[in-house]
């Protein structure tokens, strides 16, 4: 079982208790100062309010993440379509080859 740390982030000025893993610190301070960056350009581009800022930020980092994993299965899917069919042809090329050293032997 993994040990369990009380951390602190800061986003937007505040300061959250969190409690993490020990070993994923680190990429839960890299997700706080995505956050931060993220809110802070919503902020600039004119959205208001904390709670707005959060929920505006909020869905426009779960449409990318959304985006990113249909792209990701996308590419899988046609990845596995190149594979299915490299390995078609390799199963033809050898059962051509088994069939040519039958028709030699004879």
């Known amino acids: ?3 369990i740390s009380d ?3 800061e986003i937007m000025g505040k ?3 969190v409690k993490c893993p020990t ?5 839960l301070t890299r997700a706080a100062e995505y956050l931060e960056e993220k ?3 919503m902020r600039e ?3 208001t ?5 959060a929920i505006i930020t909020a869905l426009n980092i779960v449409h990318q993440l959304l985006t990113l994993e249909q792209q990701k299965n996308s590419h899988f899917h046609a990845l596995s379509q190149k594979l299915s069919a490299l390995q078609n042809k390799v199963e033809d090329a050898l059962a051509r080859k088994v069939q040519w050293e039958l028709s030699t032997e004879e």
């Open 1 to 3: 079982m993994s040990e």
């Open 7 to 9: 951390t602190s982030i």
């Open 15 to 17: 300061v959250y208790q």
């Open 23 to 27: 070993k994923e610190i680190d990429s």
């Open 39 to 41: 809110m802070r350009k």
């Open 45 to 47: 581009g004119g959205v």
């Open 49 to 53: 309010g904390p709670d707005r800022l």
